[in-house]
């Protein structure tokens, strides 16, 4: 676009003005139209304003519009709306469907991903066909795309969701760029002054990964770029995403420069990173992410540093020093400053706490009670998962898997009250045989079973909890078929967080594995050999945090932060969907 613009203006003088149409095949006219001039050679470009008679809308998934910036799919309502595929039933039902907004009207989904711009205008950014979901987040590549072209030196572009490895889904960038021709990885060059046999500076994978990263969350930057000279096409010109090459492993080219660690720090680093990323050896100056590291081994890395070095380090701290030479230097740094830190000296050892006649709350759980107090019948900080089983299953013994797990981990067995003192927590003894809610759906028809699972796990989820009287964890099995079930999870956050859900459904795993391998009498449920004895539960790190963070030390943090508010106005002034409550 950028560049046809240059050459229309570059040829015609700056006083031509280009008009920008948005036309429909399903819509008998023209939709939006928008002037370019030369001055926004360089802007993102839109498309315009809807014309009279057309309505656009920006879309979510659940058909509710977009705020100003956000993206989501363009969907036209209006009067030149067509009445449908010829001999097409099926897309027809698909793509013309009645517009939520307007009473009868027919709205037509477009598929195209857009966003409005504060002046009222239509921002287009591609197709939304491509959406892809890595390491749990739904992607819309057409975003990264549009970020990537957003580069001076970059053509075409294109990003997909690659899986070469099993089990190691991630999002390749492909780049097109006038310079010398053939295909390989993007050479990795922080010298701007960096130029190619033909003059023109070197388009390197850290410069790209840094712009894609200013636009973006850290999750939808490609974990590799790839230079083409040019991208495969269908025969109808549309790009061939099959015919993409398989990015080279960016460890080969780093082998031809390894770096051995230096230094005990960056040897033990050494070692996380290759175990975590699958490696036999990471050369000390070899880039985390283009090795094939995301956000997801970031988190991983963050927590064997804390294991490893006892210290704290944010997950920024692997994104801005992404190597191990950089990132040693701030371990080191972070170890002396915490030798000289009265908080070091001030931290007990983490032990199994004697149990008081009140356990109180830790921090964390004593926000999310206060926010309950707020809104009691308010889901908003329900965790929930679903989980589809294939295979034969053995409905009561998953029933003692349950009970067996909440046997191990006291949180998921209590409650929280107010008392005398504030509030505390109240851990449940031993628990009678967990009742699993079974659902038989096999009497419905395959769509309305599935339309009816959807329904049923957005309903449980939906539900709150009574954080007083608990449970605070809620199963139900939907059985779709003799050989194929749904397991409902529900949490509320003030027991569990994300993250315990894979450690929650890992563990049920091995509790029913050791059940049916023993054929044991399911009121008398063995331990699992898979799982390990807890040497802590919940309580006792919520003891140690209010027996460490008290006093002196609390009224420190406290007074810090007071201070960072000090220069803010009592209340924010946000823009809110209803109007703040007078207290």
């Excluded at 090795?291 to 701290?317: K, Q, W």
Aim: glycine residues 6%; negative net charge.
């Amino acid at each position: 676009e950028q560049r046809l613009l240059q050459s229309v203006f570059g040829q015609l003088g700056a006083k031509v003005e280009v008009v920008n149409i948005y036309g429909l095949t399903e819509i008998s006219d023209i939709n939006i139209l928008g002037p370019i001039r030369a001055a926004d050679v360089g802007q993102p470009i839109t498309v315009g304003t809807p014309l009279q008679n057309n309505r656009v809308y920006i879309l979510d998934a659940f058909d509710q519009p977009q705020p100003i910036g956000i993206a989501g799919e363009v969907c036209v309502s209006g009067e030149s709306v067509s009445r449908g595929y010829l001999f097409r039933p099926e897309l027809t039902a698909e793509r013309f469907v009645v517009c939520p907004f307007e009473d009868g009207q027919i709205m037509v989904r477009t598929g195209d991903l857009g966003r409005w711009r504060d002046d009222g205008t239509v921002e287009i950014l591609g197709r939304i066909d491509h959406q892809v979901k890595v390491r749990g987040f739904r992607i819309e590549t057409a975003e990264i795309e549009h970020a990537l072209a957003q580069h001076p030196q970059v053509g075409e572009c294109v990003v997909v969701a690659r899986e070469d490895a099993k089990g190691d889904k991630r999002l390749v960038a492909y780049v097109v760029e006038n310079r010398e021709p053939g295909t390989k990885n993007l050479e990795d060059s922080t010298d701007p002054g960096s130029r190619s046999p033909g003059g023109h500076p070197v388009l390197g994978s850290a410069d790209l990964r840094q712009h894609v990263g200013a636009q973006l969350p850290d999750y939808m930057v490609p974990s590799a770029f790839v230079l083409l000279d040019a991208l495969p096409k269908t025969p109808s010109g549309k790009i061939d995403r099959k015919a993409l090459p398989a990015p080279e492993l960016e460890q080969s080219a780093q082998a031809a420069t390894f770096v051995a660690p230096r230094t005990p720090t960056e040897e033990l680093l050494a070692g996380i990173w290759a175990l975590l990323l699958e490696l036999p050896q990471v050369s000390i100056h070899a880039n985390f992410f283009e090795l094939g590291g995301h956000s997801l081994l970031a988190t991983r890395v963050v927590s064997r540093l804390r294991d490893t070095f006892a210290i704290e380090l944010p997950l920024r701290a692997l994104f801005e020093a992404p190597t191990i030479a950089t990132l040693a230097r701030q371990i080191d740094r972070a170890q002396r400053e915490r030798a000289g830190s009265d908080w070091a000296r001030a931290l007990p050892p983490l032990t199994a706490q004697p149990r008081p006649a009140e356990v109180p709350l830790s921090f964390a759980q004593q926000r999310l009670w206060l926010l309950d107090r707020i809104a009691p019948d308010s889901a908003g900080y329900n965790i929930s998962a679903a989980v589809r089983l294939h295979g034969p299953l053995d409905e009561a013994a998953l029933s003692a898997s349950f009970t067996a797990l909440i046997a191990r981990h006291e949180v998921l067995r209590t409650t929280f009250v107010t008392t005398h003192g504030g509030q505390s927590q109240q851990i449940i003894g031993r628990p009678e045989q967990h009742q699993l809610t079974v659902v038989d759906l096999q009497q419905h028809d395959a769509a309305n079973r599935e339309a009816e699972v959807q329904a049923r796990a957005q309903a449980e989820a939906a539900q709150p909890f009574d954080l007083s009287h608990g449970p605070l964890l809620r199963t139900s099995l939907l059985r779709l078929q003799p050989d194929l079930h749904v397991l409902l999870l529900t949490m509320h956050h003030i027991i569990s967080d994300g993250w315990s859900i894979g450690v929650l459904i890992g563990e049920l795993a091995a509790h029913y594995r050791a059940i049916l391998s023993h054929n044991a009498a399911l009121e008398q449920t063995p331990v699992s050999p898979e799982l390990p004895s807890l040497l802590l539960q919940y309580a006792d790190y919520a003891l140690w945090q209010r027996a460490w963070l008290r006093d002196e030390l609390l009224a420190e943090q406290l007074s810090y932060w007071q201070r960072q508010f000090e220069p803010l106005p009592p209340v924010l002034a946000l823009p809110t969907d209803r109007p703040r409550p007078p207290i």
